[in-house]
C-alpha cells in the first residue's frame, strides 16, 4: 500500500460518547490519501474498544492506536508526532468532524505549491455545526502568506483554525512538557514557528467544531491556573516578540507575572529573570489577580 500524504493525529481522553462523530466524518471522505493516528490520553471510558473495532472493521483507510496513562493532550500530541512519516499533519480534535472534501481540499493546496521551503503550515477555517465559522474574520484572500504570529497580533484574528502542517516542521518543535502540568495553549508551538516560518492561509472550511462543557477551551483559566509554567511560557514569547505592540504587551506581562507567582516564583525571580518595564509595571495587579484566581481555582 502506497503511503498516505496526510495523518490526522487525534489526541482522545474519555471521548467514547464524540470520537464516533469524528469516525463516521472520516468515511465520508472523497478523498483517502490519509490515515488516522489515535492516541489515547488514558481513557477510562470505551474508547480504547470502540477503536479497535473500527480498526477491525475499516479498509478505506488506516486507522493507528497508541495508549499512554494520562499526562495531557500536549504528551500525546508529541508522542503522536513521533511515530508520524507522512508528509502532513492535520490534528483533529477528539470531539470535531471534517467536511467530506476536508482531504481533497488540503491534498490539492499541498501539490499546488511550488515552494514550501519557509513554510510550516497551511491554515484553513474552522466552523461550528451551524455553519458560522470560530475566527472573529476571514483572511484577506486565499494563498495569503504571513507568519501565524502577524496574522494574529498585526491582522487582529481570533478565535479557532484548522491548521494542515508540514510533518517535517512540526517535529521540530515539540510541546514543551512540564511535569504534573496537563494544559498547554497549542499557540506556544506556532508562535515559535513564526520567528521562521509563514503560514499559508485559505478561507475554506476544512473542521467542524464547538466547545463541550467539559473541553479544555471552556475551561481554559482554570487549566492555565494548574499549568503556571506553561503559561509562563507563553507570555515569555509574547513579551520577546517585535510583532507584538507595547499596548499588548502589557497585557502578557500581567499574566507571566500571575502564573509566575502561581509557579512559585517571588516576584524578585520574576523581575530579575524578564527585566523588562512590562514585568515590572504589572506585578501589583499580578499580585491582585493572583490572590483572586487563588479564591477561586484554588
Not at 480498526?55 to 500536549?74: A, D, L, M, P, S
Not at 484553513?124 to 497580533?153: M, Q
Request: proline share 3%.
Amino acid at each position: 500500500m502506497t503511503k498516505p500524504l496526510i495523518t490526522i493525529l487525534t489526541a482522545a481522553y474519555d471521548r467514547a460518547d464524540t470520537i464516533p462523530a469524528l469516525y463516521k466524518s472520516l468515511l465520508q471522505q472523497n478523498n483517502f490519501n490519509f490515515e488516522w493516528l489515535i492516541v489515547d490520553d488514558g481513557s477510562k471510558d470505551e474508547t480504547k474498544e470502540i477503536i479497535h473495532k473500527y480498526q477491525e472493521n475499516t479498509t478505506k483507510f488506516k486507522i493507528r492506536y497508541v495508549f499512554e496513562h494520562n499526562k495531557g493532550k500536549h504528551f500525546a500530541l508529541n508522542l503522536g508526532i513521533k511515530n508520524i512519516s507522512t508528509e502532513l499533519t492535520f490534528i483533529v480534535d477528539s470531539d470535531d468532524t471534517i467536511t467530506s472534501n476536508a482531504i481533497d481540499i488540503v491534498e490539492k493546496t499541498f501539490y499546488s505549491q511550488k515552494n514550501l521551503s519557509r513554510i510550516c503550515a497551511f491554515s484553513f477555517l474552522r466552523a461550528d455545526h451551524n455553519g458560522s465559522i470560530l475566527s472573529n474574520k476571514k483572511f484577506p484572500y486565499d494563498g495569503y502568506v504571513t507568519t501565524y504570529l502577524k496574522s494574529r497580533e498585526l491582522m487582529g484574528i481570533t478565535g479557532d483554525t484548522a491548521e494542515v502542517f508540514i510533518t517535517k516542521v512540526l517535529k521540530k518543535y515539540p510541546f514543551p512538557e512540564f511535569k504534573n502540568e496537563k494544559f498547554l495553549s497549542e499557540d506556544i508551538v506556532w508562535g515559535e514557528m513564526s520567528k521562521q516560518y509563514n503560514m499559508i492561509f485559505y478561507n475554506k472550511i476544512i473542521c467542524i467544531g464547538g466547545y463541550l462543557s467539559n473541553g479544555l477551551t471552556k475551561n481554559r483559566r482554570k487549566n492555565n491556573w494548574n499549568s503556571p509554567n506553561g503559561c509562563m511560557l507563553r507570555g515569555k514569547l509574547l513579551l520577546e516578540s517585535p510583532i507584538v505592540s507595547k499596548r499588548r504587551k502589557f497585557k502578557w506581562g500581567l499574566f507571566y507575572d500571575v502564573y509566575g507567582l502561581k509557579a512559585g516564583y517571588s516576584s524578585v525571580q520574576l523581575v530579575r529573570v524578564n527585566k523588562s518595564i512590562y514585568t515590572i509595571s504589572m506585578m501589583l495587579p499580578a499580585k491582585i489577580l493572583f490572590i483572586k484566581w487563588k479564591m477561586n481555582f484554588g
